[in-house]
């Protein structure tokens, strides 16, 4: 009898050690240090214009950018099943539009909290250089949430409109890491590193970051706040005290924003149809969207890796706490 009740207690311990461990995995894949891929999804397929309101010859092009903005291609893992705006689809449907000579003004419907620094350039890039090409005009629709790196994006556009509901700004960059050093060490998990350089290892999860490195993520932070601060200031038409004055990384409402310029109206996304449609100079206008069906010729964006925010990032990006 005694040997089945310590057979039980070892059971016991074993299992419950395994729950710690299982616990560890866990917050290391929070961490970005592993990458679980789960095949669940087929190659998305060519796009497709549906219209949705309106009539004409000419068209007025509706483009989303929703969710999370981040770089590489829509992957196969569980991760994808999140709503993410990504350049590769950006440039999919401006590429398409581009061929169109119909199209004759860009509306950006953005609903997006912000995502990495550079998914948000590149998407702002992609846009303004559609702009110049094709000289038309465009019109960014800011609906439930545009903040941060969603709000970047809509520097491209001529006229900005808000939702009277719309929550946007949070003009910053955020950087983070999560410190798992304790958990290590409650559950004997000691990291063993072999580094070529000093900073090699520079913000690793495992280890408390030293006022060196955290100097180090701080420049690099004020240099992209820098950069974000200069596109508000040339797409809002600010000088750069009046723009550093806002960005402070606070949000606004959509009649705050108006009153400090980072908005021009308050009003739908009827309002910037509308508005689109008389830049343009037509009477009449479809409004389109691009939709995927199946398998598609890939833009030079589906080639970047998938990383799918591992390692460390930084953010164009309002975050309360969850995405």
Same mark, same amino acid.
């Given at each position: 009898?005694?040997?089945?009740?310590?057979?039980?207690?070892?059971?016991?311990?074993?299992?419950?050690?395994?729950?710690?461990?299982?616990?560890?995995?866990?917050?290391?894949?929070?961490?970005?240090?592993?990458?679980?891929?789960?095949?669940?999804?087929?190659?998305?397929?060519?796009?497709?214009?549906?219209?949705?309101?309106?009539?004409?010859?000419?068209?007025?092009?509706?483009?989303?950018?929703?969710?999370?903005?981040?770089?590489?291609?829509?992957?196969?893992?569980?991760?994808?099943?999140?709503?993410?705006?990504?350049?590769?689809?950006?440039?999919?449907?401006?590429?398409?539009?581009?061929?169109?000579?119909?199209?004759?003004?860009?509306?950006?419907?953005?609903?997006?909290?912000?995502?990495?620094?550079?998914?948000?350039?590149?998407?702002?890039?992609?846009?303004?250089?559609?702009?110049?090409?094709?000289?038309?005009?465009?019109?960014?629709?800011?609906?439930?949430?545009?903040?941060?790196?969603?709000?970047?994006?809509?520097?491209?556009?001529?006229?900005?409109?808000?939702?009277?509901?719309?929550?946007?700004?949070?003009?910053?960059?955020? $950087?983070?890491?999560?410190?798992?050093? /304790? &958990?290590? *060490?409650?559950? #004997?998990?000691?990291?063993?590193? !072999? +580094?070529?350089? @000093?900073?090699?290892?520079?913000?690793?999860?495992?280890?408390?970051?030293?006022?060196?490195?955290?100097?180090?993520?701080?420049?690099?932070?004020?240099?992209?706040?820098?950069?974000?601060?200069?596109?508000?200031?040339?797409?809002?038409?600010?000088?750069?005290?009046?723009?550093?004055?806002?960005?402070?990384?606070?949000?606004?409402? $959509?009649?705050?924003?108006?009153?400090? /310029? &980072?908005? *021009?109206?308050? #009003?739908?996304?009827?309002?910037? !149809? +509308?508005?689109? @449609?008389?830049?343009?100079?037509?009477?009449?206008?479809?409004?389109?969207?691009?939709?995927?069906?199946?398998?598609?010729?890939?833009?030079?964006?589906?080639?970047?890796?998938?990383?799918?925010?591992?390692?460390?990032?930084?953010?164009?990006?309002?975050?309360?706490?969850?995405?």
């Amino acid at each position: 009898m005694k040997k089945i009740r310590s057979y039980g207690r070892q059971i016991m311990a074993l299992r419950t050690r395994g729950r710690v461990i299982l616990a560890g995995i866990l917050l290391l894949l929070m961490a970005g240090c592993v990458t679980v891929k789960v095949s669940v999804f087929e190659e998305p397929g060519p796009l497709e214009e549906k219209a949705v309101s309106g009539k004409g010859r000419d068209k007025v092009l509706l483009m989303d950018v929703s969710g999370i903005i981040v770089e590489g291609p829509r992957g196969s893992s569980i991760w994808s099943m999140k709503s993410f705006t990504r350049p590769e689809r950006i440039k999919e449907e401006l590429e398409k539009a581009a061929k169109d000579s119909r199209i004759k003004a860009l509306v950006l419907r953005i609903n997006s909290p912000g995502g990495t620094v550079s998914g948000s350039d590149v998407v702002l890039h992609e846009i303004q250089a559609f702009k110049q090409e094709k000289g038309i005009p465009v019109v960014a629709c800011l609906t439930g949430v545009a903040t941060s790196g969603g709000y970047y994006v809509a520097q491209a556009a001529d006229t900005i409109i808000a939702y009277p509901t719309c929550i946007t700004g949070s003009i910053g960059v955020l $950087a983070m890491k999560l410190n798992i050093k /304790g &958990l290590m *060490d409650k559950i #004997g998990v000691d990291p063993e590193m !072999i +580094k070529s350089g @000093q900073w090699k290892d520079f913000w690793s999860p495992f280890k408390p970051a030293s006022p060196e490195e955290k100097q180090i993520m701080q420049d690099v932070t004020d240099s992209f706040y820098r950069n974000f601060v200069e596109v508000v200031a040339k797409g809002r038409n600010l000088n750069a005290a009046q723009a550093r004055k806002i960005a402070d990384g606070r949000i606004f409402t $959509a009649s705050q924003a108006l009153d400090l /310029g &980072l908005v *021009d109206r308050v #009003g739908y996304l009827d309002d910037a !149809i +509308k508005l689109a @449609q008389e830049k343009a100079g037509l009477a009449d206008a479809r409004v389109v969207r691009y939709n995927r069906p199946g398998s598609h010729r890939p833009t030079i964006y589906s080639m970047l890796p998938n990383l799918e925010m591992a390692g460390p990032q930084f953010l164009y990006l309002w975050w309360p706490g969850e995405i």
